[in-house]
């Protein structure tokens, strides 16, 4: 079946420093995938998306490019903030299929 | 309104008890979702309404009852449930509901704790 695996957290990174986050996926056909960000006490909000493969996601300095080679949605940003600190989820979805699939998720915290 | 509201924001309750939760949305969304959250796990899918309909049921145990009185409206009626299904719920709305490139929309969610 379809699954999405994520790097295992918690990560912990210094405020202006580079952060990936890894996410790979096992899929039947051409899947859309996403990022997901949580901050505490709320729901999850739409980071980013690709629909097809070489398509690059982005959105408040966070990037994601959709490798179909490596069959992978890593999500990239160049110098972290505080703000930045949530749990982020890749997430994919098939034509015709109505359910997204997560990752584990990745809890993320960004020290001053 | 680009937004998806759910009510209420925190929920105790007992075992006996019945008690519904509520979600709405205005942006003309035909497709409607309840997830189930635990601590420190991704969401879990529940139930799809697609225009209004159900279409998935993931095997939830019948103490939960969803029910979409209409496109704009989804609830969540909760009776005779346990300490494990202390959780955070969360709704979510989508345009069709079948093209892969919708994006979910999600409200906030509502923290259940059953005592």
């Known amino acids: 079946g379809d699954s999405v695996t994520q790097m295992e957290g918690p990560v912990t990174l210094s405020e202006e420093a580079f952060l990936t986050i890894n996410c790979t996926y096992t899929a039947t056909g051409y899947p859309s995938l996403f990022w997901y960000v949580q901050y505490p006490g709320e729901g999850l909000q739409l980071l980013l998306k690709?629909?097809?493969?070489?398509d690059k996601g982005s959105n408040k300095g966070f990037e994601a490019t959709y490798r179909k080679e490596t069959t992978s949605f890593h999500l990239e940003k160049g110098s972290v903030q505080v703000s930045d600190s949530a749990v982020y989820f890749c997430?994919?979805?098939?034509?015709?299929?109505?359910?997204?699939?997560f990752g584990q998720g990745t809890r993320l915290t960004i020290n001053p | 309104d680009t937004e998806v509201t759910q009510t209420p924001k925190h929920l105790v309750m007992g075992m006996t008890n019945k008690k519904s939760l509520k979600c709405e949305q205005h942006?003309?969304?035909?497709?409607m979702y309840w997830y189930k959250q635990k601590a420190k796990k991704p969401p879990e899918l529940m139930f799809v309404y697609s225009y209004e309909k159900l279409s998935i049921n993931e095997s939830v145990p019948s103490r939960f009852s969803p029910e979409c009185p209409n496109s704009s409206l989804l609830n969540l009626h909760l009776h005779a449930l346990q300490p494990e299904d202390s959780a955070l719920y969360l709704c979510?709305?989508?345009?069709?509901?079948?093209?892969?490139?919708?994006?979910?929309?999600f409200g906030s969610g509502t923290q259940l704790s059953v005592l």
């Open positions: 979510a709305s989508s345009q069709e509901g079948t093209a892969n490139n919708e994006k979910l929309l």
């Open positions: 690709a629909t097809k493969a070489d």
């Open positions: 997430a994919l979805r098939t034509q015709g299929a109505q359910k997204l699939v």
């Open positions: 942006m003309g969304h035909r497709a």
